[in-house]
Protein backbone atom coordinates (compact mmCIF):
# COMPACT_ATOMS: atom_id res chain seq x y z
CA UNK A 1 0.00 0.00 0.00
CA UNK A 2 1.28 3.52 -1.09
CA UNK A 3 0.68 6.41 1.58
CA UNK A 4 1.83 9.64 2.45
CA UNK A 5 2.60 10.08 6.47
CA UNK A 6 2.69 13.75 7.86
CA UNK A 7 4.87 13.93 11.03
CA UNK A 8 3.76 17.06 13.41
CA UNK A 9 6.29 16.97 16.48
CA UNK A 10 5.25 19.60 17.58
CA UNK A 11 6.98 20.82 21.00
CA UNK A 12 8.73 19.89 24.10
CA UNK A 13 8.26 15.46 24.47
CA UNK A 14 6.43 15.71 20.93
CA UNK A 15 9.86 15.63 19.49
CA UNK A 16 11.24 13.15 21.32
CA UNK A 17 8.13 10.90 21.34
CA UNK A 18 7.15 10.98 17.76
CA UNK A 19 10.76 10.36 16.52
CA UNK A 20 9.88 6.60 18.21
CA UNK A 21 6.65 6.83 16.55
CA UNK A 22 7.74 7.65 12.85
CA UNK A 23 10.65 4.79 13.26
CA UNK A 24 7.81 2.12 14.12
CA UNK A 25 6.18 3.68 10.85
CA UNK A 26 8.68 2.67 9.01
CA UNK A 27 9.49 -0.95 10.05
CA UNK A 28 5.90 -1.75 9.59
CA UNK A 29 5.99 -0.33 6.19
CA UNK A 30 9.60 -2.52 5.48
CA UNK A 31 7.81 -5.84 7.18
CA UNK A 32 4.79 -5.62 5.73
CA UNK A 33 6.17 -4.44 1.83
CA UNK A 34 3.98 -1.13 2.22
CA UNK A 35 5.20 2.12 0.38
CA UNK A 36 4.58 4.91 3.23
CA UNK A 37 6.67 8.38 2.51
CA UNK A 38 6.72 11.54 4.93
CA UNK A 39 7.19 14.65 5.26
CA UNK A 40 6.88 16.66 8.70
CA UNK A 41 5.37 20.41 9.54
CA UNK A 42 5.74 23.17 12.49
CA UNK A 43 3.39 23.69 14.77
CA UNK A 44 3.03 25.04 18.40
CA UNK A 45 5.45 27.30 19.94
CA UNK A 46 8.14 26.07 17.14
CA UNK A 47 5.60 27.29 14.58
CA UNK A 48 5.92 30.76 16.00
CA UNK A 49 9.74 31.11 16.64
CA UNK A 50 9.93 30.30 12.68
CA UNK A 51 6.91 31.93 11.66
CA UNK A 52 5.00 34.04 14.12
CA UNK A 53 1.86 31.51 13.76
CA UNK A 54 1.26 28.66 15.77
CA UNK A 55 -0.56 26.69 12.72
CA UNK A 56 1.17 28.23 9.69
CA UNK A 57 -0.85 27.71 6.45
CA UNK A 58 1.80 25.38 5.01
CA UNK A 59 1.09 23.90 7.66
CA UNK A 60 -2.43 22.83 7.03
CA UNK A 61 -1.96 22.42 3.44
CA UNK A 62 0.40 19.35 4.01
CA UNK A 63 -2.31 17.99 6.57
CA UNK A 64 -5.25 18.63 4.10
CA UNK A 65 -2.90 16.57 1.36
CA UNK A 66 -1.56 14.14 3.22
CA UNK A 67 -3.13 10.52 3.99
CA UNK A 68 -2.71 10.40 7.88
CA UNK A 69 -1.11 12.59 10.46
CA UNK A 70 1.37 11.72 13.43
CA UNK A 71 1.28 14.86 15.78
CA UNK A 72 3.15 14.78 18.88
CA UNK A 73 2.32 17.85 21.43
CA UNK A 74 2.61 21.37 21.71
CA UNK A 75 3.27 23.91 24.71
CA UNK A 76 6.07 26.15 25.87
CA UNK A 77 6.15 26.96 29.74
CA UNK A 78 7.01 30.85 28.37
CA UNK A 79 3.08 30.70 27.49
CA UNK A 80 2.01 28.83 30.57
CA UNK A 81 3.77 31.59 33.18
CA UNK A 82 2.02 34.06 31.00
CA UNK A 83 -1.82 34.56 30.79
CA UNK A 84 -1.79 38.09 28.46
CA UNK A 85 0.35 36.39 25.61
CA UNK A 86 -2.17 36.86 22.41
CA UNK A 87 -0.18 34.21 20.35
CA UNK A 88 -0.15 30.87 22.04
CA UNK A 89 0.94 27.12 20.56
CA UNK A 90 -2.45 25.79 21.63
CA UNK A 91 -4.82 27.72 19.12
CA UNK A 92 -2.37 26.17 16.56
CA UNK A 93 -3.81 22.97 17.94
CA UNK A 94 -7.35 23.64 18.39
CA UNK A 95 -7.15 25.56 14.70
CA UNK A 96 -5.72 22.24 13.38
CA UNK A 97 -8.88 20.33 14.59
CA UNK A 98 -11.39 22.99 13.94
CA UNK A 99 -9.92 23.20 10.18
CA UNK A 100 -10.11 19.71 9.60
CA UNK A 101 -13.43 19.17 11.27
CA UNK A 102 -11.83 16.70 13.56
CA UNK A 103 -14.69 15.97 15.85
CA UNK A 104 -14.21 12.72 17.26
CA UNK A 105 -11.36 12.12 19.47
CA UNK A 106 -11.21 8.46 20.18
CA UNK A 107 -9.59 7.86 23.27
CA UNK A 108 -8.53 3.98 24.17
CA UNK A 109 -8.13 3.19 27.88
CA UNK A 110 -6.44 -0.16 27.96
CA UNK A 111 -4.40 -1.63 30.69
CA UNK A 112 -1.75 -3.66 29.62
CA UNK A 113 -1.96 -6.58 32.20
CA UNK A 114 1.88 -6.17 32.98
CA UNK A 115 1.31 -2.36 34.17
CA UNK A 116 -1.10 -3.50 36.82
CA UNK A 117 1.02 -2.43 40.03
CA UNK A 118 2.49 0.51 37.76
CA UNK A 119 -1.30 2.13 38.85
CA UNK A 120 -1.98 3.38 42.24
CA UNK A 121 -5.21 1.38 41.81
CA UNK A 122 -5.49 -1.47 43.06
CA UNK A 123 -5.11 -4.52 40.85
CA UNK A 124 -8.22 -6.32 41.68
CA UNK A 125 -10.33 -2.92 41.00
CA UNK A 126 -8.05 -2.38 37.45
CA UNK A 127 -7.80 -5.90 35.65
CA UNK A 128 -9.49 -6.24 32.86
CA UNK A 129 -10.21 -2.77 32.48
CA UNK A 130 -10.84 -1.71 28.78
CA UNK A 131 -13.03 1.91 27.69
CA UNK A 132 -13.28 3.43 24.51
CA UNK A 133 -13.72 7.12 25.12
CA UNK A 134 -15.51 9.50 22.38
CA UNK A 135 -14.73 13.06 23.26
CA UNK A 136 -16.30 15.62 21.29
CA UNK A 137 -13.03 18.08 20.17
CA UNK A 138 -14.31 20.63 17.77
CA UNK A 139 -17.21 22.31 20.17
CA UNK A 140 -17.93 23.24 23.44
CA UNK A 141 -16.24 26.34 26.20
CA UNK A 142 -12.90 25.48 23.81
CA UNK A 143 -14.74 26.99 20.75
CA UNK A 144 -17.18 29.47 21.96
CA UNK A 145 -16.98 33.26 22.33
CA UNK A 146 -14.29 34.50 24.90
CA UNK A 147 -13.23 37.47 26.21
CA UNK A 148 -13.15 40.26 28.95
CA UNK A 149 -15.35 42.89 29.77
CA UNK A 150 -15.77 45.78 32.62
CA UNK A 151 -12.14 46.88 31.66
CA UNK A 152 -10.55 43.39 31.59
CA UNK A 153 -11.86 42.69 35.46
CA UNK A 154 -14.60 39.57 34.13
CA UNK A 155 -13.53 36.91 31.76
CA UNK A 156 -15.79 34.72 29.59
CA UNK A 157 -16.12 32.14 27.78
CA UNK A 158 -19.15 30.41 26.72
CA UNK A 159 -19.88 26.27 25.99
CA UNK A 160 -22.09 26.25 23.11
CA UNK A 161 -23.15 23.06 21.17
CA UNK A 162 -25.64 22.39 18.28
CA UNK A 163 -27.82 19.26 17.80
CA UNK A 164 -25.94 18.45 15.05
CA UNK A 165 -22.51 18.63 17.18
CA UNK A 166 -23.81 16.50 19.50
CA UNK A 167 -25.59 14.09 16.95
CA UNK A 168 -22.86 12.92 15.16
CA UNK A 169 -20.44 12.12 18.13
CA UNK A 170 -23.03 10.52 19.94
CA UNK A 171 -23.72 8.09 16.42
CA UNK A 172 -19.90 7.36 16.35
CA UNK A 173 -20.32 6.16 19.88
CA UNK A 174 -23.08 4.17 19.50
CA UNK A 175 -21.63 2.46 16.31
CA UNK A 176 -18.63 1.70 18.34
CA UNK A 177 -20.58 0.41 21.38
CA UNK A 178 -22.46 -1.81 19.14
CA UNK A 179 -19.12 -3.99 18.21
CA UNK A 180 -17.92 -3.49 21.66
CA UNK A 181 -19.98 -4.23 25.14
CA UNK A 182 -22.93 -2.76 23.96
CA UNK A 183 -22.68 -0.06 26.92
CA UNK A 184 -22.95 3.29 26.45
CA UNK A 185 -21.96 6.29 29.14
CA UNK A 186 -23.14 9.87 28.22
CA UNK A 187 -21.00 11.97 30.59
CA UNK A 188 -22.66 15.62 30.85
CA UNK A 189 -23.49 18.45 33.74
CA UNK A 190 -27.40 18.26 32.92
CA UNK A 191 -28.29 19.12 36.27
CA UNK A 192 -26.79 22.66 35.80
CA UNK A 193 -25.78 23.32 32.03
CA UNK A 194 -27.89 24.06 29.18
CA UNK A 195 -25.33 22.51 26.75
CA UNK A 196 -25.65 19.46 28.76
CA UNK A 197 -29.37 19.63 28.44
CA UNK A 198 -29.35 19.31 24.92
CA UNK A 199 -26.62 17.17 25.01
CA UNK A 200 -28.92 14.56 26.96
CA UNK A 201 -31.76 15.28 24.84
CA UNK A 202 -29.96 14.77 21.48
CA UNK A 203 -28.51 11.33 22.92
CA UNK A 204 -31.75 10.07 24.48
CA UNK A 205 -33.70 10.64 21.31
CA UNK A 206 -31.17 8.52 19.51
CA UNK A 207 -31.10 5.68 21.93
CA UNK A 208 -33.79 3.98 20.29
CA UNK A 209 -32.26 3.37 17.27
CA UNK A 210 -29.39 1.20 18.62
CA UNK A 211 -31.81 -1.06 21.20
CA UNK A 212 -29.44 -3.13 22.00
CA UNK A 213 -27.25 -0.44 23.52
CA UNK A 214 -27.85 -0.13 27.42
CA UNK A 215 -27.28 3.79 27.72
CA UNK A 216 -26.86 5.60 31.18
CA UNK A 217 -26.37 9.25 31.66
CA UNK A 218 -23.71 10.80 34.32
CA UNK A 219 -22.79 13.39 35.58
CA UNK A 220 -19.38 14.60 35.26
CA UNK A 221 -18.66 14.31 38.95
CA UNK A 222 -20.14 11.13 39.54
CA UNK A 223 -18.44 10.16 36.22
CA UNK A 224 -15.23 11.30 37.84
CA UNK A 225 -15.34 9.15 41.21
CA UNK A 226 -17.03 5.81 39.60
CA UNK A 227 -13.59 6.18 36.83
CA UNK A 228 -11.38 5.23 39.82
CA UNK A 229 -14.04 3.11 42.24
CA UNK A 230 -14.49 0.49 39.67
CA UNK A 231 -13.36 1.37 35.89
CA UNK A 232 -14.52 -1.87 34.66
CA UNK A 233 -18.11 -0.62 34.72
CA UNK A 234 -17.90 1.62 31.48
CA UNK A 235 -17.31 0.35 28.01
CA UNK A 236 -18.16 3.55 25.60
CA UNK A 237 -18.49 6.67 27.14
CA UNK A 238 -19.29 10.09 25.01
CA UNK A 239 -18.59 12.91 26.39
CA UNK A 240 -18.29 16.84 25.54
CA UNK A 241 -14.53 18.47 24.89
CA UNK A 242 -13.95 19.87 28.14
CA UNK A 243 -15.25 16.94 29.89
CA UNK A 244 -13.18 14.34 27.81
CA UNK A 245 -9.96 16.33 28.59
CA UNK A 246 -10.11 15.82 32.16
CA UNK A 247 -11.75 12.61 32.33
CA UNK A 248 -8.88 11.47 29.85
CA UNK A 249 -6.25 12.08 31.88
CA UNK A 250 -7.88 10.83 34.84
CA UNK A 251 -8.20 7.41 32.95
CA UNK A 252 -4.85 7.31 32.63
CA UNK A 253 -4.08 5.99 35.72
CA UNK A 254 -6.17 3.28 34.94
CA UNK A 255 -3.24 2.44 31.93
CA UNK A 256 -0.61 3.34 34.70
CA UNK A 257 0.47 6.44 33.07
CA UNK A 258 0.19 9.49 30.99
CA UNK A 259 2.58 8.27 28.19
CA UNK A 260 0.68 5.02 27.32
CA UNK A 261 -2.51 6.71 26.05
CA UNK A 262 -2.92 6.84 22.67
CA UNK A 263 -5.63 8.81 20.21
CA UNK A 264 -7.37 9.25 16.69
CA UNK A 265 -8.44 12.55 16.04
CA UNK A 266 -10.58 11.69 13.03
CA UNK A 267 -13.69 13.75 11.49
CA UNK A 268 -14.30 15.37 8.01
CA UNK A 269 -10.48 14.61 5.96
CA UNK A 270 -7.46 13.25 7.32
CA UNK A 271 -6.97 11.63 10.80
CA UNK A 272 -5.10 13.02 13.10
CA UNK A 273 -3.40 10.62 15.44
CA UNK A 274 -1.64 12.14 18.97
CA UNK A 275 -1.02 10.84 22.37
CA UNK A 276 -3.31 12.25 25.09
CA UNK A 277 -0.37 13.58 26.43
CA UNK A 278 1.24 17.43 26.75
CA UNK A 279 4.71 18.81 25.72
CA UNK A 280 5.66 18.03 29.40
CA UNK A 281 7.86 20.58 30.23
CA UNK A 282 8.89 19.26 33.53
CA UNK A 283 10.82 15.84 31.51
CA UNK A 284 11.96 18.15 28.12
CA UNK A 285 15.03 17.34 27.30
CA UNK A 286 15.90 14.51 29.35
CA UNK A 287 15.22 11.86 27.29
CA UNK A 288 13.19 9.99 29.69
CA UNK A 289 9.81 10.27 27.91
CA UNK A 290 7.29 7.60 27.32
CA UNK A 291 7.29 6.79 23.93
CA UNK A 292 4.42 4.00 24.06
CA UNK A 293 1.34 7.03 23.27
CA UNK A 294 3.29 7.79 20.39
CA UNK A 295 3.97 4.21 18.80
CA UNK A 296 0.10 3.21 19.88
CA UNK A 297 -0.97 6.34 18.22
CA UNK A 298 0.72 4.92 14.67
CA UNK A 299 -0.75 1.79 15.46
CA UNK A 300 -4.35 3.63 15.63
CA UNK A 301 -3.23 5.39 12.47
CA UNK A 302 -2.78 1.97 10.34
CA UNK A 303 -5.54 0.66 11.80
CA UNK A 304 -8.22 3.99 11.37
CA UNK A 305 -7.44 5.48 8.58
CA UNK A 306 -5.00 2.68 6.45
CA UNK A 307 -7.65 -0.40 7.30
CA UNK A 308 -4.15 -2.34 8.35
CA UNK A 309 -5.50 -4.49 10.95
CA UNK A 310 -2.73 -6.83 11.13
CA UNK A 311 -0.24 -4.33 10.91
CA UNK A 312 -1.42 -2.31 13.92
CA UNK A 313 -2.18 -5.42 16.00
CA UNK A 314 1.85 -6.36 15.06
CA UNK A 315 2.98 -2.96 17.05
CA UNK A 316 0.86 -3.53 20.10
CA UNK A 317 2.16 -6.53 20.55
CA UNK A 318 5.71 -5.55 20.11
CA UNK A 319 4.40 -3.55 23.01
CA UNK A 320 2.93 -6.31 24.85
CA UNK A 321 6.04 -7.51 24.70
CA UNK A 322 8.23 -5.02 25.81
CA UNK A 323 6.30 -4.98 28.77
CA UNK A 324 6.65 -8.80 29.57
CA UNK A 325 10.40 -8.61 28.71
CA UNK A 326 10.40 -6.11 31.99
CA UNK A 327 11.28 -3.08 30.23
CA UNK A 328 9.95 0.37 31.47
CA UNK A 329 10.86 3.83 30.64
CA UNK A 330 10.52 5.61 34.40
CA UNK A 331 6.99 6.60 34.11
CA UNK A 332 5.91 3.10 34.36
CA UNK A 333 8.37 1.60 36.66
CA UNK A 334 8.06 0.56 39.83
CA UNK A 335 9.56 -0.20 43.23
CA UNK A 336 10.55 -3.84 41.84
CA UNK A 337 11.63 -2.70 38.48
CA UNK A 338 15.75 -3.64 38.38
CA UNK A 339 17.72 -0.54 37.35
CA UNK A 340 19.27 -1.91 33.93
CA UNK A 341 15.21 -2.22 32.99
CA UNK A 342 14.25 1.14 33.23
CA UNK A 343 15.00 2.73 29.91
CA UNK A 344 15.55 6.35 28.24
CA UNK A 345 13.10 7.11 25.02
CA UNK A 346 15.47 6.32 22.98
CA UNK A 347 16.24 2.81 24.51
CA UNK A 348 12.22 2.01 24.86
CA UNK A 349 12.03 2.69 21.10
CA UNK A 350 15.09 0.58 20.03
CA UNK A 351 14.44 -2.41 22.58
CA UNK A 352 10.45 -2.37 21.03
CA UNK A 353 11.87 -2.21 17.20
CA UNK A 354 13.70 -5.69 18.15
CA UNK A 355 10.34 -6.93 18.79
CA UNK A 356 8.53 -5.97 15.54
N1 LIG B 1 -2.25 17.77 22.96
C1 LIG B 1 -1.40 18.69 23.36
O1 LIG B 1 -0.60 19.19 22.60
C2 LIG B 1 -1.42 19.10 24.79
C3 LIG B 1 -0.65 20.16 25.17
N2 LIG B 1 -0.57 20.50 26.49
C4 LIG B 1 0.42 21.53 26.83
O2 LIG B 1 1.56 20.85 27.34
C5 LIG B 1 2.20 21.66 28.32
C6 LIG B 1 2.41 20.86 29.63
O3 LIG B 1 1.14 20.59 30.18
P1 LIG B 1 0.88 19.65 31.43
O4 LIG B 1 -0.34 20.12 32.07
O5 LIG B 1 2.13 19.52 32.22
O6 LIG B 1 0.49 18.23 30.78
P2 LIG B 1 1.39 17.07 30.19
O7 LIG B 1 0.47 16.06 29.64
O8 LIG B 1 2.40 17.63 29.27
O9 LIG B 1 2.16 16.45 31.46
C7 LIG B 1 1.48 16.05 32.65
C8 LIG B 1 2.38 15.13 33.47
O10 LIG B 1 2.49 13.86 32.82
C9 LIG B 1 3.84 13.56 32.52
N3 LIG B 1 3.91 12.98 31.18
C10 LIG B 1 3.21 13.36 30.10
N4 LIG B 1 3.55 12.63 29.05
C11 LIG B 1 4.48 11.75 29.44
C12 LIG B 1 5.24 10.74 28.79
N5 LIG B 1 5.08 10.46 27.48
N6 LIG B 1 6.11 10.04 29.52
C13 LIG B 1 6.28 10.28 30.82
N7 LIG B 1 5.60 11.22 31.51
C14 LIG B 1 4.71 11.96 30.82
C15 LIG B 1 4.58 14.90 32.55
O11 LIG B 1 5.93 14.72 32.83
C16 LIG B 1 3.79 15.65 33.61
O12 LIG B 1 4.28 15.35 34.88
C17 LIG B 1 1.33 22.88 28.48
O13 LIG B 1 1.90 23.94 27.74
C18 LIG B 1 -0.01 22.48 27.92
O14 LIG B 1 -0.75 23.55 27.38
C19 LIG B 1 -1.22 19.80 27.47
C20 LIG B 1 -2.02 18.74 27.12
C21 LIG B 1 -2.21 18.32 25.75
C1 LIG C 1 -4.77 22.53 24.29
C2 LIG C 1 -5.57 21.42 24.95
C3 LIG C 1 -6.99 21.44 24.52
C4 LIG C 1 -4.93 20.13 24.64
C5 LIG C 1 -5.40 19.01 25.51
O1 LIG C 1 -5.29 19.03 26.71
C6 LIG C 1 -5.90 17.81 24.88
O2 LIG C 1 -6.28 17.82 23.72
O3 LIG C 1 -6.00 16.80 25.58
MG1 LIG D 1 -5.69 17.15 27.64
Known sequence: MKKHILIVPGDGIGQEVTAVGKKVLERIAEKFNHEFTYDEALIGHVAIE???????????????ASDAVLFGAVGHPKYDNDP?????????????????????NLRPIK???????????????????????????????????????NDGDTAYDIAEYSKYEVERIARRAFEAAMT??????????????ES??????VV??????????????????????????????????????????ILTDEASQIAGSMGMLASASVGDSTGVYEPIHGSAHDITGKGVANPLASVLSAALLLDISFGLKDESNAIIAAVDQLLKDGFRTRDIADANTPADKILNTEAAGEELLKRL
Open 50 to 64: ATGNPLPDETLEKMR
Open 204 to 245: QAIAPEYPEVTVEHIFVDAAAMMLIKDPKRFDVVVTANLFGD
Open 84 to 104: SAKVRPEQGLLKMRKELGLYA
Open 111 to 149: LFDELLSASSIKPEILKGSDILFFRELTGDIYFGEKGRK
Open 180 to 193: RGKRLCSVDKANVL
Open 196 to 201: SRLWRE
